[in-house]
């Protein structure tokens, strides 16, 4: 999907009719008084204050209309250099505008005029009010102003704009798409979780079908971590600020923790990563080379303070799981480590016939010393160390500049959802630093004390934005062996004893193979009750009447088929059990 914030010609055109519709509000709402109006990466949006009008669908059409009147009159749209002085005297009766000139510097300030609307702006802007005619408003809701509760709610008006019609009709049709795909959406209908307001935003509940996915992404990692020879910790969701202090997420991370609490005098935080909990279990007794690499793992719970603008169903929230692991290698062990660490990241994408993502080593801003830990000599061995093993392994990348983590470089594996902007969902990071922090040593083969090399990797990355994406790309369309509800059986009559009695036989028969399975005996039509297992997306849907009961038989119907197939009955329990096992 298109990016509107880094394309130059359609940033200009949809800051323009950010304006246009800005203008077409005021003629609507002369009261109307307005704050910002960006572009973004999904657009363009204005805030504005309508003196308390709330917006809703009919409201939107109407500045539509008024939006399409002011581009047919072709009204041309002119720059122009105003002083401090002269620009306060103009908005003198607006508080939004008035708050924006007090934090510019003094000097000329650019406006924009265009018919009967002027509005502070830095530009550019197109010539004329008709190039933004293929518009659409997408989509409506109140923010408080800055941000702040204690602020007037304002209106945020969200729309898009194109050079031509057939642009914005494909781009909708994207958007119609993104919808169906949204895994909030999904989640809703499926019933896998919720998020409570007064359980907090950004924490996530899963219902229990929800939480079988969930538990089936655990187990399916762990069971590979195993073959691999990892070993699971379970470490608390807690820490003391003298932990983080020391391995340094006091002071490069501190604004995306929530805030300390303090218990019988000494100060704890929520978690918002594991590796300090994983360096004291390393060293919690000495080590020997010959022990080495220990691969510590745990799906374990973190808390990072959002903001609330940046929220985004299980995706992106202030609790989540991460698929975490640290390896604790020689030197010598750095490549072999990093090879096998990517050898699973792409035997699990295959898994999930995951194919369209790319490498990227991210390194950092030398410029930046605020958000890095300051040792060049550092970075530019853990950063040239990472860059050979990729190169030796034949992992092809790009570089970034300012996207490592304040301890050191990581590869990042990125992909491209079917719907959307590119995500990380894999991750594998170089660290000199933490280790070197809390003092871990080993013995090397010469008797002398040793700092051992970590690798922090993430394989799903987070179980909760890993099922985001899997919900998405699947449509909820998920493989049987991951579905929460894997078949549903229905009768063709409600009422028929002998006839329930064979569907509940079906049900024992799979649940006794570890199937999970739900029989509908309700009260509702029989179409009722298809309908509502093809909106949840239940991949086997069976359908017995008298023909499969007298039969000994099994008639299913694939979900998103019509058609039904019929088969005996211990034939249908062993197929869904060996489809179930291989993961088919």
């Not at 809701?141 to 209106?155: R, T």
Request: glycine residues 6%.
């Amino acid at each position: 999907m298109v990016n509107f914030k880094e394309d130059e010609s359609l940033n200009m055109l949809n800051h323009s009719c950010a304006h246009l519709m800005a203008q077409a509000v005021k003629h609507l709402y002369p009261q109307a008084k307005f704050w910002v109006g960006p572009v973004v990466e999904e657009g363009f949006y204005y805030d504005m204050d309508l003196g308390g009008v709330m917006l809703n669908e009919d409201d939107l059409a109407a500045i539509e209309k008024e939006m399409k009147k002011v581009a047919k009159t072709g009204v041309k749209i002119y720059r122009r250099e105003i002083s401090k002085a002269e620009a306060m005297e103009i908005f003198k009766d607006d508080p939004y505008k008035m708050d924006l000139l007090s934090n510019m510097e003094d000097g000329n300030i650019s406006c924009y005029d265009q018919g009967d609307f002027t509005d502070l702006c830095r530009g550019p802007h197109v010539d004329n009010v008709k190039l933004c005619r293929n518009f659409k408003l997408v989509k409506h809701s109140g923010v408080y102003w800055k941000g702040d509760a204690e602020n007037q709610v304002l209106q945020r008006v969200y729309g898009v704009c194109f050079p031509t019609p057939e642009e914005l009709e494909d781009h909708l049709k994207l958007l119609e798409e993104a919808k169906e795909r949204d895994h909030r959406k999904i989640g809703r209908d499926m019933e896998l979780f919720m998020v409570d307001d007064l359980v907090g935003r950004g924490l996530p509940m899963y219902l229990p079908k929800g939480q079988i996915i969930w538990q089936e992404l655990e187990d399916y990692i762990k069971a590979k971590e195993r073959r691999l020879n990892y070993q699971h910790v379970m470490t608390p969701c807690v820490g003391t600020v003298s932990l983080y202090q020391t391995s340094g997420h006091w002071d490069h991370y501190k604004e995306n923790m929530f805030p300390a609490m303090e218990v019988e005098g000494e100060n704890f935080v929520l978690r918002p990563m594991n590796c300090p909990h994983h360096m004291r279990i390393y060293a919690n007794k000495p080590h020997s080379y010959k022990e080495l690499p220990i691969r510590l793992a745990e799906v374990a719970h973190d808390f990072r303070f959002e903001a609330s603008g940046t929220l985004k169903g299980i995706e992106r929230a202030r609790h989540f799981c991460q698929n975490d692991s640290h390896i604790f290698c020689t030197p010598d062990q750095i490549k072999d480590e990093v090879k096998a660490v990517c050898d699973l990241i792409f035997d699990v994408y295959k898994d999930f016939n995951i194919t369209n993502y790319r490498c990227v080593l991210s390194l950092r801003d030398p410029a930046d010393t605020k958000k890095y830990h300051p040792d060049d000599e550092m970075w530019n061995t853990a950063e040239q160390a990472l860059r050979e093993v990729l190169n030796d392994i034949g992992i092809e990348y790009t570089e970034e500049i300012g996207e490592a983590a304040f301890y050191g470089p990581k590869l990042d594996v990125n992909v491209r959802p079917a719907i959307g902007n590119e995500i990380t969902l894999s991750t594998c990071q170089l660290d000199f630093c933490l280790p070197a922090k809390f003092e871990l040593t080993y013995t090397d083969t010469d008797g002398e004390k040793k700092t051992p090399v970590v690798l922090h990797r993430a394989i799903l990355g987070s179980l909760d934005r890993f099922m985001a994406y899997i919900l998405e790309e699947t449509k909820g369309n998920l493989p049987l062996w991951l579905a929460p509800v894997q078949v549903k059986v229905l009768t063709i009559k409600n009422d028929d004893d002998e006839l329930n009695e064979y569907a509940k036989k079906t049900v024992d028969a799979l649940r006794d193979a570890d199937v999970r399975v739900e029989f509908d005996d309700r009260s509702e039509k029989f179409g009722y009750k298809m309908r509502e297992a093809q909106i949840q997306k239940v991949p086997y849907i069976v359908v017995l009447g008298k023909n499969e009961m007298e039969a000994g038989q099994i008639s299913y119907r694939l979900h998103g088929e019509q058609g039904t197939e019929t088969v005996a009955f211990d034939e249908f329990v062993n197929m869904i059990v060996d489809t179930i096992r291989n993961k088919a």
